[in-house]
């Protein structure tokens, strides 16, 4: 468990490390190519001792889950998640938000209230437009980042959406966001982290 820079959350949780998407932006491995976390990225791993941190945790906190992983990734066995979710579970006093790229998982586990459950979204294509409807499903708490922003979002119908997340793309070969790109965003909730607020 770890104090988080991350704007929208106080604590990063990761209880796995590692992804399979192969994003050629991703932060996270460039990170681990660093610092050398896991051996490969792209073979996730269960790191047992974790699961208990959040119970650690006295003070109610925004805990985002799986900063560096994607829980819900295809490849992820069904017991990582159940454990996790149950950790949620007995953890009332925290906040557990959940960010995915493969948001249909979602509708094979229940969540308890106090979790936060998300999509990360860079283009306003059909397979976004799919995934936000996929969210939509869910009753808890539903937030959309766009992170990096990297298209015109104004086809996506953000109705039924609690929070709106807005991020510019940082690290070798950045694409800097369009401002049109920024504004083609509408919603009553829109959170804009400091990266991209020069873009405004």
Known sequence: MQKSKIEWCTHTWNPVVGCKHGCNYCYAKRMNDRFKWIKKWDEPQWIEDRIMEPYELKKPSKIFVCSIA?????????????????????????????????????????????????????????????KLNELKKKKNYKFVSFEPLLDYMSLLDLSEIDLVIVGAMTGPGTIEPKKEWIDSIKHKNIFYKSNIKKYL
């Open 70 to 130: 994607d829980l819900f990734g295809d490849w992820v066995p069904d017991k990582w998640i159940r454990d996790v979710i149950k950790t949620a579970e007995q953890n009332q006093r925290h906040t557990f938000q959940f960010l995915t790229k493969n948001p249909k998982r979602y509708s094979e586990f229940k969540f308890p209230k106090n979790c936060w459950l998300g999509v990360t979204l860079t283009n306003s294509k059909v397979q976004s437009v799919w």
